[in-house]
């Protein structure tokens, strides 16, 4: 089958540097990939705020039309979030399909969920995120609902739908509280054991370091959100038993509909002992990636937890770069932070060492008598 043809679409502002565009752009492009779109040309325009009517500027969406309409384009996707009245100009103008990234996110998440649970959820985030946009899309929907009963007298067809999309959202809200009930239970099982959550942006290597702590295979691939669901995995550092979780990446613009019904997935960051905040180094973006995390680990919980911070994939870094980390603020930082490779498997038995610390302090906490005991 032929590939879905896509273009790039997003805005810098005067502030921003070329480099930084470049690399939101770049995260745009790897996500329309995983979502198996092939980009064949970036738009970027200095504009600040976008245009209200249609996003760039008139010029510039004409030029776009112009290339979509000579190189056969299937998607215009763009950076931003649109409004409603946007995504209908700019239809009309292009005349192709229109994405932005919360929905380019949220399809991607929709054919990695797996499990009852994360289906349950990317389809309660794609209805919360349906709903105001009823305007342009109510015609996609599925209507077999209506009848009798439904459609009240001068009841618009938009309204209808609106409520069927409600009920949907009650029912599957009503489904994910079952099996969040579930999910407690089965964590209280779990028992007193110290709980450590790998947490961190998409694709820094969270899952790689999970099937090498854990000497298990767990899924890794280079794309974003090759994991949805989270993986817990029983881990022995010398005579110490821990549990450590594997969770789901973030991203820059995360659609917030997604962190909501998402919560439940990630109740084992939130009740973790301590978290392993994985970094891509090599990206020239890692500091907004840091700063994205702690963002949305405050949306998830408001307590404050032990942290180490793990810069990851330092193999990719040139060699004097790799010696000057040390005098780098990374390194001078109160929460303990560590250089590693785990493709290199470099400074892991310091991560370990680490970790043993951390984790042997609060197991012994709580199992005062019998360190041993749980093992
Ligand atoms: P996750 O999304 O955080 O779970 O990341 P994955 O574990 O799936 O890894 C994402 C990609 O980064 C994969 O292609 C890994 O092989 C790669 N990767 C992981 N760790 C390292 C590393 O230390 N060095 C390099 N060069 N690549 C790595
Ligand atoms: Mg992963």
Avoid at 41 to 62: C, D, E, M, W, Y
Avoid at 279 to 306: G, H, M, W
Wanted: proline share 2%.
């Amino acid at each position: 089958m032929r590939k879905e043809t896509a273009i790039l679409i997003g805005l810098s502002s005067y502030k921003q540097k070329e480099g930084v565009v470049k690399e939101y752009m770049d995260e745009l492009e790897f996500l329309a990939l995983t979502s198996g779109a092939v980009s064949k040309k970036r738009f970027i325009q200095k504009l600040h705020p976008a245009h209200p009517s249609t996003f760039v500027g008139k010029g510039k969406i004409n030029e776009i039309k112009e290339y979509v309409k000579t190189h056969d384009i299937d998607i215009a996707i763009f950076d931003d979030d649109l409004t409603p009245s946007q995504i209908r100009n700019i239809e009309k103008i292009l005349e192709c399909k229109i994405l932005d990234r919360s929905n380019l996110i949220l399809d991607i998440f929709a054919t990695r969920a797996r499990t009852a649970h994360a289906k349950t959820q990317v389809e309660l985030a794609q209805y919360q995120y349906l709903l105001p946009r009823l305007t342009r899309m109510w015609t996609h929907l599925e209507r077999q609902k209506g009848g009798i009963g439904m459609r009240g007298p001068g009841e618009t067809q938009i309204e209808t739908d609106r409520r069927i999309i409600g009920q949907k959202i009650s029912k599957l809200k009503e489904k994910l509280l079952k099996i969040d009930k579930q999910k407690s239970a089965q964590r209280n099982n779990r028992g007193a054991l110290v709980r450590v959550a790998l947490v961190g942006y998409t694709n820094t290597g969270k899952s790689s370091l999970m099937t090498l702590l854990s000497k298990s295979e767990v899924f890794v691939e280079n794309k974003l959100f090759a994991t949805l669901d989270t993986t817990v995995r029983k881990v022995v550092i010398k005579d110490i038993p821990f549990l450590l979780s594997d969770t789901v990446g973030f991203i820059r613009k995360l659609p917030h509909q997604l962190v909501e019904s998402f919560k439940s997935t990630l109740d084992e960051i939130r009740e973790a002992d301590i978290l392993v905040h994985v970094i891509d180094i090599s990206s020239s973006t890692f500091e907004d990636q840091i700063t994205i995390v702690n963002e949305t680990l405050l949306e998830i919980s408001k307590t404050q937890k032990a942290m180490i911070l793990v810069f990851n994939k330092i193999d990719k870094l040139e060699k004097n770069k790799i010696n000057e980390l040390n005098e780098t603020w990374m390194a001078k930082l109160n929460n303990k932070s560590l250089f590693i490779s785990v493709l290199k498997k470099t400074n892991i038995s310091e991560l370990k060492k680490e970790l043993y610390k951390i984790v042997s302090k609060i197991h012994k906490k709580r199992f005062p008598f019998n360190s041993n005991i749980y093992n």
